[in-house]
C-alpha cells in the first residue's frame, strides 16, 4: 500500500519504526499498531517488522504472535500461518481470534469459535475483518456465499452469530448481506430497493465499511443497468468520506473500482491511467488483501490483450483461494481466465474454465457474474453450451450476458493501446535484460558498443513507456512480449 493512503496515525508509528534501533521499542510499536489499527490494510505496511521479529520476542507475547499470523495469511504463506497460530495456548483470546484469521477454517471450525467467543462475554475485534476493504459484506474476509441463499430462512441463527461477532452491527450488517445475495440472484430491483434504504442509516452512523459495500453494491446495479454515468459523483463522495473518517485504506479499491466502471463507460483513459498509477504489482508485494483489484486489473489485461498476464496471475491465485474455499472468487477468476484464453484462440482450455465457472455458479448461485462481463461472456457461454448442450441455467446466464453486451458493446473490447512493436535487436536486448544483465555484458552477448546497448535500451524504456529496467520487464510480461518469470 502507498504511503499517501495511510492515516496520519500509521504515518507516525512507520516513522518511528523505520527510526527505531533498539529492539524492544520496535517490539512496542508493533504490539500499538495491533491495539490501535482497525483494518488489515494499516497492519500490512508494518510486513517487514513482523516477520523480522525473534522466537525469543514472540515468547509470552501472544498480541506479537497475532501480527505475524495476520502477515502470513496476507502473504498467502498459509501453512506457516497455522503453524503458528497453533503454539497460542487455546484457552487464550489469541488463539480464537487468530481461528477467524485463518483461510483453511472449517464452517464447523467458525461456528465452534464464534460459540467460544461469545460463551466467554470476549469482545470480538472481528470488525477489522468484516470486508478486509473489500467492496462486500457477504464476500469479503469470508466467502459466505454458500450460506447466501438460507440469509432468510435462518434470519434468527444468522442475527446471533453476527451479534457474537459485530455487537450492534449485526442488523444492518444482515442487510447489506441480503441485499448482496437479492443482487447476485438478479433481482435488481429488489437489491436497489433494500440497499437504498440501509444507506442513509449508514451514512448517520458513519459506518463506513458497511457504507463502502453497499455504496458498492448500489454502484453495481446502476452501472449494469447503463447507468454508469453517475457512478463517478457517487465514487468521489465515497472518497471524501473515507478520507474525512481516516479510512485512506479503502482508497485503492475505489480506485479499483473507478477503474472498472470506466470500463463500461467506454472511458478507456481512466483505465489505463489506473494501470500506471493505481493498479497492484502481482510481480512485487503480492498480497491477498488485492484479491478484488488483482481481478479488476485482470480486465485490463484482457482488454489490452495481455492474455499471457492473465493466465500468471490467475494461475498464482487460484491455489490461494481454493485452499480458502472462496467460491465466489474462484468462479470469478475461471470465468475471467477462460475469457482470456477464448480471446487468445486457447478454445479447449476456454472451455474448461468456463465449465468450472457454470458450476459453481449454478450450486451457489452467482448468475449476475456471467451477466456483468456482457459480450465477452455471452459469447464463450454460446460455444459452451454448443459443445454441452442446453440446460435452463446455461439458457438463463447467456440471457443475462446479451442484456448487458447490449447496453455496454464496448466492455472489455480491445481498446487499449497496442502491443508496442519492438525490433528483432531490441526484443534480444529485451530479453538479455530480464536476465539481469548489465549493459557491458549486452554489449559483449549481441556483440555491440556498450554505447549502443544503451541506446537500445533507451528506444525500449521509450516504447514501453517506462523508467527503468525492472518496469521494463514487468511491462514486457504484461504485453506477453516476455513469458511470465
Not at 527505531?20 to 494499516?42: C, F, G, K, N, V
Request: hydrophobic residues 40%; contains cysteine.
Amino acid at each position: 500500500m502507498k504511503i499517501k493512503y495511510l492515516s496520519t496515525d500509521d504515518k507516525h508509528r512507520l516513522h518511528l519504526l523505520r527510526h527505531a534501533e533498539d529492539p524492544d521499542r520496535m517490539a512496542e510499536l508493533l504490539e500499538e499498531a495491533l491495539l490501535h489499527s482497525y483494518t488489515l490494510q494499516s497492519l500490512w505496511v508494518y510486513r517487514k517488522w513482523f516477520l523480522a521479529l525473534t522466537d525469543e520476542q514472540l515468547r509470552d507475547r501472544p498480541t506479537l504472535v497475532c501480527g505475524v499470523v495476520l502477515t502470513l495469511v496476507m502473504q498467502g504463506n498459509f501453512d506457516q500461518a497455522r503453524e503458528l497460530a497453533e503454539t497460542l495456548p487455546k484457552e487464550g483470546l489469541h488463539y480464537p481470534f487468530l481461528q477467524l484469521m485463518m483461510p483453511d477454517v472449517s464452517r464447523e471450525e467458525l461456528l465452534e469459535t464464534v460459540r467460544t467467543i461469545k460463551e466467554k462475554g470476549w469482545k470480538s475485534r472481528a470488525n477489522i475483518i468484516l470486508t478486509a476493504g473489500r467492496p462486500s459484506v457477504l464476500n469479503g474476509f469470508w466467502d459466505l456465499t454458500p450460506y447466501g441463499g438460507k440469509l432468510s430462512e435462518r434470519q434468527d441463527t444468522a442475527l446471533e452469530l453476527l451479534e457474537s461477532l459485530f455487537g450492534e452491527q449485526a442488523h444492518s450488517i444482515y442487510e447489506v448481506m441480503n441485499a448482496e445475495v437479492t443482487y447476485w440472484r438478479d433481482d435488481c430491483y429488489t437489491a436497489l430497493v433494500q440497499v437504498v434504504g440501509i444507506i442513509p442509516f449508514l451514512r448517520e452512523r458513519q459506518d463506513m465499511r458497511l457504507l463502502f459495500a453497499a455504496l458498492t453494491l448500489e454502484m453495481y446495479i446502476m452501472v449494469l443497468n447503463g447507468q454508469a454515468t453517475v457512478t463517478a459523483p457517487l465514487i468521489n463522495n465515497l472518497r471524501q468520506q473515507l478520507k474525512h473518517n481516516h479510512l485512506e485504506e479503502y482508497l485503492p479499491n475505489i480506485d479499483a473500482l473507478d477503474a472498472w466502471s470506466a470500463m463500461y463507460d467506454g472511458d478507456y483513459v481512466r483505465v489505463a491511467h489506473w494501470l500506471r498509477e493505481g493498479a497492484p504489482d502481482e510481480y512485487g508485494k503480492f498480497c491477498m488483501l488485492d484479491v478484488f483489484r488483482y481481478m479488476v486489473k485482470m480486465r485490463a489485461y484482457i482488454i489490452g490483450g495481455k492474455y499471457l498476464a492473465v493466465t500468471a496471475l490467475a494461475a498464482r491465485l487460484m491455489p490461494l483461494l481454493e485452499i480458502g474455499r472462496r467460491y465466489m472468487d474462484m468462479c470469478e477468476l475461471h470465468l475471467l481466465w477462460g475469457i482470456s484464453d477464448h480471446a487468445a484462440g486457447r478454445e479447449a482450455d476456454a472451455l474448461e474454465h468456463i465449465g468450472e465457472a457454470v458450476r459453481l455458479s449454478e450450486t451457489y448461485g452467482y448468475d449476475r457474474l456471467f451477466a456483468d462481463e456482457g459480450k465477452r461472456a455471452h459469447d464463450l457461454l454460446l460455444l459452451y453450451r454448443k459443445q454441452q448442450g442446453k440446460t435452463p441455467y446455461l439458457d438463463r446466464v447467456i440471457a443475462l450476458a446479451d442484456k448487458t453486451a447490449a447496453l455496454h458493446p464496448r466492455y472489455l473490447k480491445d481498446q487499449l493501446p497496442e502491443k508496442p512493436a519492438l525490433t528483432e535487436a531490441e526484443m534480444r536486448i529485451l530479453r538479455l535484460l530480464a536476465d539481469c544483465k548489465t549493459n557491458g555484458e549486452i554489449a559483449e552477448e549481441v556483440n555491440i558498443a556498450v554505447d549502443t546497448a544503451k541506446q537500445h535500451c533507451k528506444h525500449i524504456f521509450a516504447k514501453l513507456e517506462v523508467k527503468n529496467r525492472q518496469q521494463a520487464v514487468r511491462r514486457a510480461v504484461e504485453f506477453g512480449l516476455l513469458e511470465p518469470v
